[in-house]
């Protein structure tokens, strides 16, 4: 009874919010009070991940679907939406365009294949709540700098960070931390990272210093701000200031209490390993040995399709190594967390149309997942964490094998360990809809959000709507939030 009363008192907010924005009377603001509020909130993004992905990373670890913990029943399950918005002046009056139509979608099978967000858009609607063009990194359509929920979590005291298989500046995660113009500006991206943003764990490859088979080389330097400021990190001597050519840079204060926070920098899997427990520095920079991401790109041994035979980076912490690490240093802080993990080379597999590489990809983001979980039950609880697990988008228009247009198709199963039957349709990402699941505070006031309804998937929420319930939750901040330039 206690619950029914507490999602109806969260839709009469949600009414009121969405179309004041703000409380309406006294009488909403009392009852947001008895809302369920997370302590920590935990978002896991697989790149690129749509239905078939899902389904074919089961079949090959488990033979059967679904096999997830987070697939479980006592977890909400959604579809959403994932299109960007595209702005266009058509005779003087602007107009934006970019939707999903349910009713095209089931029925013409090139329909999902336009009007199709980039990571830069999708990231920013997840963690702003407002769709915007295609290449933003946290820019609105007007050019307008976006509030972050990470930046909402810093106003309430609490800690945050971002993780992710692929370059830490590349678009996921700066998307959850950052604000540029174009995603392409990775060094912009990297110094507004690591000298204007107050994220306290920041964790992605792109080491300068090895190549993509964790082999030392020397690597283009902008994913973590060019060479000079590199250089400097690497010293590890709780530096502040960073005079380079190109200016002086800053570090910021991440825990509140008016000193700069400088970064302490690691790079060996065994460093990661060892962060995973015990007492940690309050800020980290984690940048695994290896260049473009930790696994995808490493290279194959030419008759090995299978996941997993041609030999692993093994120098290289895993996504849940890093997950693990990011968690311990995070948790410190009484006031809680806020931490984005992105599983950000499932999408790259996935544009190569390579099933083996998306199902190994697949699986390390299942197994951050599963440490997450477990760090819930054993040092936490489902009354203060919030799991959301979820995509930016699909990639590869992925379905089972066999009709020349077969809309969605799934996937069909060969077996544990086995490879299953799937035919890719697309070398891009698609306007298909994609899995949202959620468990702890607030994951049912999801049910409240998903508005729409799909022939096939089902109700569907937008990916706006995380951002949304969270800033409801969690309260949006009035403060300023800057570009670098
Ligand atoms: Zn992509």
């Given at each position: 009874m206690e619950k029914i009363r507490k999602v109806f008192s969260v839709l009469i907010i949600l009414t009121a919010v969405m179309y004041s924005h703000s409380f309406a009377t006294g009488a909403d603001e009392r009852e947001f009070q008895t809302l369920d509020k997370p302590k920590n909130i935990i978002v896991f993004i697989s790149d690129g991940m749509g239905y078939n992905h899902l389904k074919a990373t089961n079949y090959y670890q488990y033979g059967q679907s679904p096999a997830q913990i987070f697939e479980q029943p006592d977890w909400t399950h959604f579809a959403m939406a994932t299109y960007s918005s595209v702005m266009r002046v058509r005779n003087?009056?602007?107009?934006?365009?970019?939707?999903?139509?349910?009713?095209?979608?089931?029925?013409?099978?090139?329909?999902?294949?336009?009007?199709?967000?980039d990571s830069g858009a999708a990231g920013t609607a997840l963690s702003t709540g407002k769709k915007t063009y295609n290449g933003s990194i946290g820019i609105g359509i007007y050019g307008d700098t976006l509030l972050h929920m990470s930046q909402a979590a810093k106003a309430l005291g609490k800690s945050t960070g971002v993780v992710a298989s692929v370059q830490l500046s590349h678009a996921?995660?700066?998307?959850?931390?950052?604000?540029?113009?174009?995603?392409?500006?990775?060094?912009?991206?990297?110094?507004?990272?690591?000298?204007?943003?107050?994220?306290?764990?920041?964790?992605?490859?792109?080491?300068?210093?090895?190549?993509?088979?964790?082999?030392?080389?020397?690597?283009?330097?902008?994913?973590?701000g060019g060479n000079e400021i590199w250089e400097m990190l690497k010293t590890n001597d709780g530096r502040t200031v960073f005079e380079t050519t190109d200016g002086t840079f800053y570090v910021q204060d991440a825990t509140g209490d008016g000193q700069p926070d400088p970064w302490t920098l690691i790079q060996t899997r065994e460093e990661f390993q060892n962060m995973a427990t015990g007492p940690q520095p309050t800020r980290v920079l984690g940048v695994p040995q290896v260049h473009a991401t930790l696994q995808q790109s490493r290279t194959r041994i030419e008759e090995h399709n299978m996941p997993f035979e041609t030999p692993m980076n093994e120098n290289v912490a895993t996504l849940e190594e890093m997950t693990r690490a990011a968690i311990n240093v995070l948790s410190q802080n009484p006031q809680g967390f806020f931490v984005m993990v992105e599983g950000g080379a499932v999408d790259w597999a996935s544009h190569g149309n390579d099933g083996a590489r998306m199902i190994e990809e697949q699986i390390d983001f299942h197994n951050a997942i599963n440490a997450a979980v477990e760090w819930v039950e054993t040092y936490s609880s489902w009354d203060e964490t919030l799991i959301i697990v979820t995509s930016d988008h699909e990639c590869g228009y992925l379905t089972g094998p066999g009709e020349p247009d077969p809309i969605y198709q799934p996937v069909t199963n060969n077996g544990k360990g086995n490879l299953p039957g799937m035919q890719w349709h697309y070398g891009s990402h698609t306007n298909t809809l994609v899995p949202f699941f959620a468990k702890g505070p607030g994951a049912e006031y999801f049910k409240l959000m998903a508005r729409e309804h799909d022939p096939v998937y089902g109700p569907f929420i937008q990916n706006t709507d995380m951002a949304s319930l969270v800033f409801l939750l969690w309260g949006k901040p009035e403060i300023e939030v800057h570009k670098l330039k």
């Open positions: 003087g009056d602007t107009i934006f365009s970019g939707g999903y139509n349910p009713q095209l979608a089931s029925t013409n099978p090139n329909y999902i294949k336009r009007g199709y967000t996921t995660p700066a998307a959850f931390i950052a604000h540029n113009e174009h995603r392409n500006n990775y060094s912009d991206i990297a110094r507004y990272i690591l000298f204007h943003s107050q994220a306290d764990v920041v964790m992605g490859a792109g080491n300068p210093d090895f190549d993509n088979d964790g082999k030392p080389a020397e690597n283009n330097a902008q994913f973590l």
